[in-house]
């Protein structure tokens, strides 16, 4: 039963700001809807997909670390992934969009823009993988075998401390046999 419903609701369009946690505001620059969310966490409407995970590691996951299924106990759990071979690549969930202490349930990215990160080894535009050789780090190297190749994001700016990244996952089909 809906005693006063709402037909239209009107955005203001001249002028940005960030919404609280569980609040709602128009993003003048992507042109969409922001929902806030704890730790800051700002989501684009349409733009961007997270996935609410706990860390439960005894250790902190940093914003834009690769994370990875680590297993259910309430919440889905999340540990920093590593595309060595050791885990399988059906593991890998994305990037995380916040730090995450331990024992925090928060946001990882599945699709969409990473901010405020260090991205500053990498170039505009370079392909992100998963890393072989560091947990939860990205690597522009595409990673040989018998490694895991994970395409992870694009760099879409390149900077020390507000380093931008495009995550948009995609897991090549592994060929378990030889070619000739």
């Given amino acids: 039963f809906i005693r006063n419903p709402v037909t239209k609701i009107e955005f203001n369009k001249l002028d940005s700001v960030a919404p609280s946690d569980g609040g709602l505001s128009w993003n003048i620059a992507d042109n969409t809807l922001n929902i806030g969310h704890s730790a800051e966490v700002v989501q684009q409407v349409g733009l961007e997909t997270y996935m609410r995970a706990k860390n439960d590691t005894g250790s902190t996951i940093t914003n834009g670390s690769v994370v990875g299924f680590a297993g259910v106990n309430g919440e889905i759990k999340i540990s920093k992934y590593i595309a060595d071979g050791s885990v399988d690549s059906l593991y890998f969930i994305g990037v995380a969009t916040q730090d995450f202490a331990d024992g925090e349930t928060g946001m990882i990215s599945v699709y969409g823009k990473v901010r405020g990160i260090d991205t500053s080894s990498f170039s505009i535009g370079d392909i992100l993988y998963a890393s072989p050789t560091t947990v939860g780090g990205l690597t522009n190297t595409r990673p040989t075998a018998p490694n895991v190749v994970i ?5 879409l700016s390149s900077d020390a401390t507000n380093g931008e990244i ?7 089909i592994a060929l378990d046999y030889g070619s000739f």
């Fill in 151 to 155: 395409v992870v994001a694009a760099v």
């Fill in 166 to 172: 495009l995550v948009r996952p995609t897991i090549p």
